[in-house]
T-cell receptor
Framework: SQQGEEDPQALSIQEGENATMNCSYKTSINNLQWYRQNSGRGLVHLILIRSNEREKHSGRLRVTLDTSKKSSSLLITASRAADTASYFCATDGAAGNKLTFGGGTRVLVKP | EPEVTQTPSHQVTQMGQEVILRCVPISNHLYFYWYRQILGQKVEFLVSFYNNEISEKSEIFDDQFSVERPDGSNFTLKIRSTKLEDSAMYFC?????????????FGSGTQLSVL
């Protein structure tokens, strides 16, 4: 798979349930970021986890990073209909800000 | 909250025509980027720009593409002779500093359709 591949590609859940999506990457990274994209809109930064961190929280978001497995997960707890969007992981493997994005997970939260 | 603005939101052009996509980055940001997303595909890096010069570019960013910061606020992407495969959503982004772990602020994008 290519750098930054999300799994699953699509996820449909009921409001109130948790949504978990995973990201795998191939090369070494300095940090990994998660972005959200509402349909037809730009990308919004959600959370960043550095390569020396294993877990990070921000509100209802929880991100984990396992550098030995080159993978990360994003958990959205107590999902809301407004969480319906595509979620992308992005890696930054060198000095600078060039980000390599994954293919995204489309999340549908049904009310 | 400050935001990156892009104009136009939609651009339709004929193959072979030149297009200029415009962006106004966040005012105190120093690093600027263009990314694109072909329908159904990944967001792809095109170019980064700092101190009035390109700092990095991808293989997509060939001689048909150019970027410019003509004044203190605008950042433009020019495609000299558009091709059908240039049809995509083009995102401008900016960041305050350059370095490991800096988040990017993205605009809402310009949907370019080449006919």
């Amino acid at each position: 798979s290519q750098q930054g591949e999300e799994d699953p590609q699509a996820l449909s859940i009921q409001e109130g349930e948790n949504a978990t999506m995973n990201c795998s990457y191939k090369t070494s990274i300095n940090n990994l970021q998660w972005y959200r994209q509402n349909s037809g809109r730009g990308l919004v930064h959600l959370i960043l986890i550095r390569s020396n961190e294993r877990e990070k929280h921000s509100g209802r978001l929880r991100v984990t990073l396992d550098t030995s497995k080159k993978s990360s997960s994003l958990l959205i707890t107590a999902s809301r209909a407004a969480d319906t969007a595509s979620y992308f992981c992005a890696t930054d493997g060198a000095a600078g800000n060039k980000l390599t994005f994954g293919g995204g997970t489309r999340v549908l939260v049904k009310p | 909250e400050p935001e990156v603005t892009q104009t136009p939101s939609h651009q339709v052009t004929q193959m072979g025509q030149e297009v200029i996509l415009r962006c106004v980055p966040i005012s105190n940001h120093l690093y600027f980027y263009w990314y694109r997303q072909i329908l159904g595909q990944k967001v792809e890096f095109l170019v980064s720009f700092y101190n009035n010069e390109i700092s990095e570019k991808s293989e997509i960013f060939d001689d048909q593409f150019s970027v410019e910061r003509p004044d203190g606020s605008n950042f433009t992407l020019k495609i000299r002779s558009t091709k059908l495969e240039d049809s995509a959503m083009y995102f401008c982004a900016s960041s305050e500093v350059r370095g490991v772990g800096e988040k990017l602020f993205f605009g809402s994008g310009t949907q370019l359709s080449v006919l």
